[in-house]
């Protein structure tokens, strides 16, 4: 299966087995992302999703095959790695005690952006969290959390964008938000890979969409993507 045909893949896999020692979950995975590509992974339970993602990003040893980042192995510790691919999983972690603001702040200037400010109150703006911006992540409802980890990774320029799930604890309005800027960001050339159990998704901001199973991964188009979801 391959998504993108040009010959710069932001992301490439070649005869990949993802899996856990003495047992595959699922392989072989040949997949491409060319910039501005958008890639849904989708699947049952237990199908592989967050064990792809996570051999992907280097936390798990591939059983076989190879994966590549702009034609390089993946070196999540390279600082171009780490400065171009912008992760969000499922539980991502906060700082007891720094409040909302002070979180984006936190990567904004970290990651270099001269107008931190601006970006700041733009990503409190977009995800409807303004109200909350002096809070500490332990008073925050559980959608709050779920935006504030959205906005820490898209706050971020970033070359490869890599989502587990974005749509927890969503409500429909901002999901159909977010989807809109994910296609932007895609027309910009940022390429998206992206977990999830959500149609909507797939319709709004997916050219490809990969099916695990317990042999291999399927490609399909979004809509038929849609449909497997919505059966
Ligand atoms: N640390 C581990 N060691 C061994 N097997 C594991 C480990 N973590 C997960 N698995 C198994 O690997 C398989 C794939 O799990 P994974 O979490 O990738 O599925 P998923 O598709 O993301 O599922 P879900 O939709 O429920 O999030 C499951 O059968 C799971 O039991």
């Not at 504030?148 to 587990?164: G, K, T």
């Not at 399909?220 to 038929?224: A, F, M, S, V």
């Given at each position: 299966m391959q998504a993108g045909q040009d010959d710069t893949f932001e992301l490439e896999t070649r005869?990949?087995?993802?899996?856990y020692p003495g047992r595959v979950i699922c392989g072989p995975i040949n997949l491409r992302l060319s910039p501005g590509a958008g890639v849904g992974?989708?699947?049952?339970?237990?199908?592989?999703?967050?064990t792809l993602i996570r051999t992907i990003l280097g936390h798990l040893i591939p059983l076989e095959g190879s994966i590549s980042f702009q034609g390089l192995p993946v070196d999540e510790s390279s600082e171009h790695f780490r400065r171009t691919v912008a992760v969000q999983v499922t539980d991502g972690a906060f700082f007891d005690e720094l409040t909302v603001r002070e979180h984006l702040e936190m990567v904004a200037r970290g990651h270099g952006l001269q107008d931190w400010g601006q970006a700041v109150q733009a990503e409190l703006d977009f995800f409807e969290i303004t109200a909350v911006a002096g809070h500490l992540?332990?008073?925050?409802?559980?959608?709050?959390?779920?935006k504030?980890?959205?906005?820490?990774?898209?706050?971020?320029?970033?070359?490869?964008?890599?989502?587990?799930e974005p749509e927890q604890r969503l409500d429909l309005r901002i999901r159909h938000?977010?989807?809109?800027?994910?296609?932007?960001?895609?027309?910009?050339?940022?390429?998206l890979l992206a977990v999830t159990h959500d149609p909507l998704m797939l319709r709004s901001c997916m050219d490809r969409v990969l099916l695990l199973d317990a042999d291999e991964g399927e490609l399909?188009?979004?809509?038929?993507g849609a449909q497997w979801l919505e059966r």
């Open positions: 005869g990949l087995a993802i899996g992974i989708i699947g049952a339970n237990g199908s592989g999703k967050s992540p332990g008073e925050l409802s559980s959608g709050q959390r779920r504030l980890l959205l906005a820490a990774v898209l706050i971020r320029p970033a070359e490869l964008l890599i989502l587990d938000k977010l989807y809109h800027r994910l296609a932007g960001l895609r027309g910009g050339g940022t390429a399909l188009d979004p809509h038929r």
